[in-house]
């Protein structure tokens, strides 16, 4: 029989042994990084015992570097020094202003971006922020380590693509195009401290002329998993980001999503309210580009 317990490797070939060791012996282990999704769980859906990883004393897992060609942030940086960075922030406003939107500063001294993508719940804010920032998972387990887009990370209500021994090590983001901004807004019925009953994050890039030349449009909430909407992206591509067109994209994401009615709102005004906010939010992305 198996009973609680906790390691805190200080090297990922330490981590990889502990993983592949328990799931030879068919022990089960779980990945800790802030535990604010996993601690609350813990307490109520899932009691089983099992060996709880730490990953953040890990080197791979705690690497913040903005740089000449990519932005990587390690799956196990609290959320509060993300907020804290100004370059991340400068590059990425939309992914951070999703970071920012997440519990309270004391949830934030916690939270991970890794966290709130492995936890896959449909409302998770930074998952649409993340999908419309281009954003690759970097995983690892003994046998290397593999890339995978992060619009395929999540692939159901609290279900990820990772493989039993894995660890997303972090997410990688290319450095946006010049004239290239994005932006998230989510819908909740208060002023802070609930999930997403809608969310909403756009990339767009703009030439010299303000002809939008690229976009990406995901959507939280409104589906199973965050879904990346090419049909919104296409009606935005080519034009100057009219009111029409930007009113074009929310309907495509409108069409696109599959939400269902429960207390936090009905199926029909998820649908509705993901139309403004992809309008709202697309309209923010292209003046923060404007000024890029
Ligand atoms: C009061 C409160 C308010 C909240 N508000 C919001 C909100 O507004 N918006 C929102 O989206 N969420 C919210 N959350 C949920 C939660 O804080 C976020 O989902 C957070 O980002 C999770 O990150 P974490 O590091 O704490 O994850 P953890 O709890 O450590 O992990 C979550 C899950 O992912 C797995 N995991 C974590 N990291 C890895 C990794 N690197 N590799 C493999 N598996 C991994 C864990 O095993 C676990 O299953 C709230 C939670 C609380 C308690």
């Known amino acids: 029989m198996q009973s609680f317990a906790y390691a805190a490797p200080a090297t990922l070939a330490e981590a990889m042994d502990i993983l592949a060791s328990h799931r030879r012996r068919k022990l ?18 899932d009691k089983a015992p099992r060996t709880i990883v730490d990953i953040k004393h890990l080197k791979e897992t705690n690497r913040l570097a903005v740089a000449a060609k990519e932005t990587y942030v390690g799956s196990a940086i609290p959320g509060v ?10 590059r990425h ?27 896959a719940s449909p409302a998770g804010d930074t998952i649409p922020a993340i999908i419309a920032n281009r954003g690759v998972c970097v995983i690892a ?16 209500v609290g279900k990820n693509a990772l493989k039993p ?6 997410l990688k983001f290319p450095r946006p195009a010049k004239g290239t901004a994005d932006a998230y807004l989510r819908f909740i019925p208060r002023t ?47 034009s100057a980001l009219e ?18 009615t429960d207390k936090r709102g009905t199926a029909d005004f998820r649908r509705r309210i993901v139309a403004v906010l992809v309008r709202r939010a697309a309209s923010i992305a292209a003046q923060r580009a404007r000024g890029n």
């Open 28 to 45: 089960r282990t779980q990945i800790l990084a802030g535990g604010t999704d996993m601690l609350v769980q813990m307490r109520t859906v």
């Open 81 to 90: 020094t993300l907020a804290a960075n100004a370059k991340l922030a400068e």
């Open 93 to 119: 406003p939309g992914l951070v202003e999703a970071i920012d939107l997440i519990g309270s500063a004391q949830i934030q001294g916690r939270a991970t971006l890794g966290g709130n993508l492995c936890n």
């Open 141 to 156: 387990s003994a046998r290397g380590s593999r890339e995978l887009a992060a619009e395929k990370f999540v692939v159901g």
């Open 165 to 170: 021994g894995e660890i997303l090590l972090g």
């Open 192 to 238: 802070e401290m609930d999930i997403a009953v809608v969310g909403a994050g756009v990339s767009v890039t703009l030439d010299k002329t303000g002809k939008c030349t690229a976009a990406r449009v995901a959507i939280g909430a409104v589906a199973p998993t965050a879904l990346l909407v090419p049909e919104a992206a296409k009606a935005l591509i080519g």
């Open 243 to 260: 009111p029409e067109v930007l009113a074009a994209a929310g309907a495509a994401a409108s069409r696109a999503s599959k939400p269902i």
